[in-house]
């Protein structure tokens, strides 16, 4: 743990966010859990009470601005991963509760983050796989994370404008974000929505259960806890930028001259698919890039 550190995670009470706060527990770095619900049961299959009682608890909805920004000073957090969201299907009968849950609440995160100048090192969020179609994808069956989605769910709508305003933040107001694309997530506390399906299917299994699973298709599954483990070394990692990944393009083999790890997908064999190293941002030369 690095001494200063003090991270919000919001959406702390639901699958995603319980492995996080449960990691950042575990490293003993103070942790406020935002969430709008109160349950806490997918912490407790997680947790013991001792861990329990270490992490900071605000029960509060991500669209009230003032709540967030007493939030962030009472607590002087450094760094926030955002998890808060609704998931598809929950807002199929209110879409604009939808907009205002992932859209506003986005906003919200970003504007509070930007008035506080440099105290917040960097916001991490979930965007989603949603933000591309099959018809996305090239040749090869694969999208880069640059490749321009086309969403044809409102959820993937709501994602990819949040990717646009931390883009936008990040040009107007510097605040510094990543954002990853993760596709689905399995794991303890994964326990509603079609793509539940493999976390039952693991623990049919081990109950020596049959299950089927209710879709068929190619899906990359990223496990909880590797994925909160993924959150908490991109809200780490430096320097200042705002860009959005796919969680499987995290890390990749390229190394630049100066021997850095690219975080960039890599396009062929050798180079990565962007000409700038984002360990060493003023290089914009593919020929700083290891042949
Ligand atoms: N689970 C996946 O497979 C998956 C895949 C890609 C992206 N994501 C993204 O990851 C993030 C977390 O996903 P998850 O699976 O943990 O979802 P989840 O539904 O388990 O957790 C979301 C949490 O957000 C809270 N929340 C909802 N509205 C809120 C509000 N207005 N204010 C404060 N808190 C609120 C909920 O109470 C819940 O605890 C989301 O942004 C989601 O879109 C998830």
Not at 34 to 54: I, V, W
Not at 72 to 92: C, E, G
């Amino acid at each position: 743990m690095t001494g200063a550190e003090r991270f919000l995670v919001t959406g702390a009470l639901g699958c995603i966010g319980a492995w996080v706060v449960r990691r950042l527990v575990r490293e003993n770095v103070p942790v406020v859990a935002f969430d709008s619900g109160g349950d806490a049961r997918r912490l407790r299959l997680l947790m013991d009470d001792a861990e329990l009682s270490r992490v900071d608890f605000v029960q509060g909805d991500i669209t009230n601005l003032s709540l967030l920004q007493e939030t962030l000073d009472r607590h002087r957090v450094t760094h926030i991963i955002h998890l808060a969201a609704l998931l598809h299907p929950q807002f199929k009968m209110d879409p604009a509760l939808g907009a205002r849950v992932n859209v506003l609440g986005g906003v919200n995160l970003f504007e509070a983050v930007a008035r506080r100048g440099r105290q917040i090192r960097r916001i991490v969020y979930a965007s989603s796989i949603a933000v591309y179609d099959k018809s996305d994808a090239d040749d090869a069956a694969a999208v880069t994370h640059l490749t321009v989605g086309h969403p044809t769910t409102l959820y993937g709508v709501f994602k990819q404008a949040e990717e646009a305003m931390a883009r936008v933040y990040f040009q107007d107001r510097e605040v510094s974000s990543i954002g990853l694309r993760p596709a689905t997530v399995f794991g303890a506390g994964r326990d509603y929505g079609l793509t539940a399906a493999p976390t039952q299917a693991i623990l049919a299994v081990a109950r020596g259960l049959p299950f089927d699973i209710p879709y068929s298709g190619r899906s990359h599954l990223h496990y909880a806890d590797d994925l909160a483990a993924i959150l908490v070394a991109s809200a780490r990692e430096i320097p200042r930028r705002g860009g959005v990944q796919h969680t499987r393009h995290h890390r990749t083999d390229a190394r630049c001259s100066r021997g850095h790890r690219s975080c960039r997908a890599p396009r062929g064999e050798r180079s990565p698919s962007t000409d700038r190293c984002c360990h060493c941002p003023k290089t914009t030369t593919r020929a700083h890039w290891k042949a």
